[in-house]
């Protein structure tokens, strides 16, 4: 469904020893929003049954089933640079963006 890089993997898991609760897992939703139409929303939580569950890395990433068919095939990456650091979603799924980044056209 999505891929984890093992450096992404290795951040999230520093993140939620950090700043999350136990048993937590990264939620990744893709919502109405942004200027091209759609936003990805990151949080720690827990799964519901409703979800699907993608364990890699020793991180569970959790997505909504609304936001399934928007991240299949998609690639979580962790970057950090001259110009600041953060994940960066790979979506072959999006066929635009807006010049900011935030958000994408599916």
Same mark, same amino acid.
């Given at each position: =469904?999505? @891929?984890? @890089?093992?450096?992404? !993997?290795?951040?999230?898991?520093?993140?939620?020893?950090? /700043?999350? /609760?136990?048993?937590?897992?990264? #939620?990744?939703?893709? *919502?109405?929003?942004?200027? +091209? !139409?759609?936003?990805?929303? =990151? @949080?720690?939580? #827990?799964?519901?049954?409703?979800? /699907?569950? *993608?364990?890699?890395? !020793?991180? +569970?990433?959790?997505?909504? #089933? =609304?936001?399934?068919?928007?991240?299949?095939?998609?690639?979580?990456?962790? /970057?950090?640079?001259?110009?600041?650091?953060?994940? #960066?979603?790979?979506?072959?799924?999006? @066929?635009?963006?807006?010049?900011? !980044?935030?958000?994408?056209?599916?």
């Amino acid at each position: =469904m999505i @891929t984890l @890089t093992p450096v992404a !993997g290795e951040k999230l898991k520093q993140l939620i020893n950090d /700043e999350a /609760e136990p048993g937590s897992g990264l #939620r990744v939703k893709v *919502v109405p929003g942004g200027c +091209s !139409g759609f936003e990805y929303a =990151m @949080t720690f939580d #827990r799964a519901g049954d409703d979800d /699907e569950v *993608v364990e890699q890395h !020793g991180v +569970s990433v959790i997505i909504d #089933r =609304m936001s399934v068919p928007y991240l299949l095939g998609s690639e979580f990456d962790y /970057e950090e640079g001259f110009q600041g650091a953060g994940f #960066r979603i790979n979506n072959p799924n999006s @066929t635009g963006s807006c010049g900011c !980044g935030k958000s994408f056209t599916a």
